[in-house]
């Protein structure tokens, strides 16, 4: 027979009226405004219970979020690179609506001129881009033979760098997922992140002023006003450094066309266009454009080479101290040491889109620096 310890507890007198007991408890604190019972007492939030389980809850919710960052980082870049445009483009919506225009018609009339203005510009650039690309299709098998033979320029930079297959294992690889179906489906995810971008731009640029007003809703009242004025000098920042950085990138292209026509360079405009997208990444762009131009210069000649070297160098000199300063220095103030490491930072991040948009967050950092920390640590 099973001794007492070993029966099961319905068999066991003393825990039998253990649970007889509780029921009779029960049965007196269910009253009729309280058929449930009143509430008992709080858990003691000293106890190393409930201390233990508010830390592992917390860093429950953290890992939870930084897998849903990482899970979403596509996403999450694209919306905020649409909100980044979007406040860049408020300076134009509010020019127009301080001249009493409705703000969904500034918002419509701002996007229809950019279209118009990218469509003419695309109308005008296709031709002379398909042509000179049917071109360089037609010439790229006597290119080949120049880079196999040792006795051109060609063929001993291909020589000395590996030229060709570098080239082959960039088309070839798997870093394009294998040839013309990898090429075919990063054109597609292109052109799609393209369409959202311009859907969220459109967007946040009509609902900026809701947006605006929700962001500083969360900020405690006493501080609200003084976050108001940081955050519109921030938005301010963004919007001018946008829109000058568009407009230098457009001179950028426009004097490298004119260059290449009067030189005489192969495939100009496809050229100045790839300046122009190139010379959007500060610091960087403009020189990896300067080098892929200046190498297309030498299939004319050695001179036209060092002259197209020269024109990009003092090009350079003239946007850093003359273009940057008039168009964009008023809006953005960031010492030249701060932009490379906020370039060099933002691409090691995100890419192009952290180099883009670096140097305004850069901006906005030392603003919030300058006014909110330094202060306080000038007070302690």
Do not use: C
Request: aromatic residues 8%; hydrophobic residues 55%; without cysteine.
């Amino acid at each position: 027979m099973p001794t007492p310890e070993e029966r099961p507890a319905e068999e066991n007198p003393a825990e039998r009226g253990s649970f007889a007991d509780a029921e009779a408890a029960a049965a007196e604190l269910s009253t009729t405004a309280e058929p449930l019972g009143a509430t008992g007492k709080l858990f003691n939030r000293r106890s190393p219970f409930v201390i233990g389980m508010a830390g592992a809850a917390g860093v429950a919710v953290v890992y939870g979020l930084v897998q849903v960052i990482v899970g979403l980082e596509d996403v999450l870049v694209l919306i905020g690179l649409a909100l980044f445009l979007a406040i860049g483009l408020e300076p134009a919506v509010a020019w127009l609506t301080r001249r009493r225009f409705p703000r969904w018609l500034a918002v419509t009339t701002v996007f229809v001129v950019g279209l118009l203005a990218l469509g003419g510009f695309l109308t005008a650039a296709i031709p002379a881009v398909v042509e000179q690309a049917t071109q360089f299709v037609a010439r790229a098998p006597a290119y080949l033979r120049d880079a196999q033979n040792h006795n051109t320029v060609l063929g001993g930079l291909n020589e000395r760098f590996h030229l060709q297959q570098q080239l082959e294992a960039l088309i070839s690889g798997p870093g394009l997922g294998g040839g013309l179906l990898g090429a075919g489906r990063a054109v597609f995810s292109a052109l799609t992140n393209v369409l959202i971008l311009v859907v969220l731009t459109v967007y946040f640029v009509a609902d900026l002023p809701r947006i605006r007003a929700g962001g500083y809703r969360l900020i405690p009242h006493s501080r609200r006003p003084r976050a108001i004025l940081i955050g519109d000098e921030i938005f301010t920042k963004v919007g001018g450094y946008v829109l000058g950085n568009l407009a230098i990138s457009v001179i950028a292209g426009v004097l490298t066309l004119i260059w290449l026509l009067i030189f005489g360079v192969p495939y100009a405009a496809l050229l100045a266009i790839t300046v122009a997208i190139l010379d959007l990444v500060p610091v960087v762009g403009s020189v990896v454009a300067g080098v892929v131009v200046s190498l297309v210069a030498l299939t004319v000649s050695l001179p036209v080479f060092l002259a197209t070297i020269g024109f990009f160098v003092g090009y350079r000199l003239v946007e850093d101290y003359l273009l940057v300063p008039r168009i964009i220095g008023g809006a953005v103030k960031v010492p030249a040491i701060v932009t490379v490491i906020a370039v060099i930072v933002g691409g090691a991040l995100l890419g192009v889109v952290g180099a883009l948009v670096a140097i305004p967050v850069a901006a906005a950092l030392l603003l919030l620096v300058r006014e909110i920390l330094y202060p306080r640590l000038d007070r302690t």
